[in-house]
Each structure stands twice: as structure tokens, then as C-alpha cells.
């Protein structure tokens, strides 16, 4: 069985993720004047809408575009020694330092205690019609899955089909598809808990939710 305690505590001495941006495409790079132990912050709004902190542009025929941050974090290195030079796509141009939320950190742990059931391949996936409506009246835990069961839905190139679930039987715990998005092969679809360790799982989120401290 997972050791939930010697897992939050490693994650607890690193609790970030280093995050490297690298040049979408070629052209020559100027940095947005950032140093070392700045802060940034990722898109935000209800849809994202609101753009990240602007960490350089690349100037390609002179088109100039925007590198925006993807995360909140702290800059950790800058590559200025390529500041006014052209660079190649995929050229690593800054390394940001995120530090985990509380809902990042309780993802970490349910990915590693419960079982996961990925996608065979790339597709759009839907619950079939009898799990579906258990899970919009009651939530996904109201739905018991058991090897072999008709579970999903598979939508590719307009055509559909049925696939079942295989793994160990439990309570469905989480989701991690949305409607009507391609998810990628190997991608998790559900994560399942045994029935005997939903108390655990339980006593694991309450724990990650008062013991986990934000860093702003």
C-alpha cells in the first residue's frame, strides 16, 4: 500500500515544479527584463483570458510575438547570454520555479493511491448513458465499476464505439476527461478506489487541505 505519509513529506521538501520555456519558433529573442527570484503569474480570469507575465519576444520577419508565462512562479535562470540572438525552436529560454497548490498536491497523491484507467487512444470520451446519469445526479462516486463493464463512450473520426472498463473493482474517485475534448493515448480517464480504502482517501484529502501551506 502507498505510504501517503513518506509521499507528502518529499513533496513537501520540494514543493515546486520546475517549468523551462522554451521558443515556440525561430527568430531572435529580447528578454522582458526579468531577473532571478521574480514573480510571475500564469493566465487568469473565468477562461483564461487574461494573459501571463510577458517574459520575452521573439522577432521573426519582423513579427513580433509575445512568451507568456504558463504558470504563477518565481523566475529561476534566464538564458540572457541570448539576448538579441536568433534561436531555433524549441531553444530553452528561462526556467520558472511553480510552487504547488493545495489541489496540485492532492493530484500528485491520487494519482499515485488510486487505480488508473487511461485512454487506448487519442479520442473524445463520454460515460455511457446509465454511469452518466448516476454521475450528474450524484457525482462519480455514486458509480461502483467492476471489470469488464461497459464504462465509456469512444468518439473518433465521427465514429463510436464502446469500450469497457478493466481494472480492479471500486468507486469511481476521480475524473480527469472534460465533454467533448480530445484526450490523448495513455491519458487517465477515471481514477478508481477500492470500496475498503474510500475512508483513507478521504482522511488523505482532509490531511493535504490543513497541513499544506500556499506560497504566494
Not at 41 to 48: D, H
Amino acid at each position: 500500500m502507498l505510504d501517503i505519509t513518506k509521499l507528502l513529506e518529499e513533496i513537501k521538501a520540494s514543493p515546486y515544479e520546475e517549468v523551462v520555456i522554451h521558443a515556440p519558433h525561430t527568430g531572435i529573442v529580447s528578454f522582458a527584463g526579468l531577473k532571478e527570484g521574480d514573480r510571475v503569474v500564469g493566465p487568469t480570469g473565468m477562461w483564461k483570458e487574461i494573459p501571463g507575465t510577458r517574459l520575452a519576444t521573439l522577432d521573426r520577419e519582423r513579427n513580433k510575438k509575445p512568451i507568456l508565462s504558463v504558470e504563477k512562479g518565481v523566475v529561476a535562470k534566464v538564458h540572457s547570454e541570448l539576448e538579441g540572438t536568433f534561436v531555433e525552436a524549441g531553444t530553452p529560454l528561462l526556467e520558472l520555479r511553480h510552487y504547488l497548490s493545495k489541489d496540485e498536491v492532492l493530484g500528485i497523491i491520487l494519482k499515485k493511491a488510486l487505480y488508473l484507467f487511461s485512454a487506448p487512444e487519442r479520442a473524445k470520451y463520454y460515460f455511457a448513458p446509465d454511469a452518466d446519469k448516476k454521475i450528474k445526479a450524484s457525482g462519480p462516486k455514486a458509480v461502483t465499476v467492476h471489470d469488464g463493464q461497459e464504462l465509456f463512450i469512444m468518439s473518433r473520426m465521427k465514429r463510436e464505439a464502446a469500450l469497457n472498463y478493466s481494472g480492479p473493482e471500486g468507486v469511481i474517485y476521480a475524473v480527469y476527461f472534460q465533454h467533448n475534448e480530445n484526450v490523448d493515448a495513455g491519458a487517465p480517464l477515471i481514477g478508481v478506489c477500492p470500496p475498503d480504502q474510500v475512508g483513507m482517501i478521504e482522511d488523505v484529502v482532509i490531511r493535504v487541505q490543513t497541513e499544506w501551506v500556499e506560497q504566494d
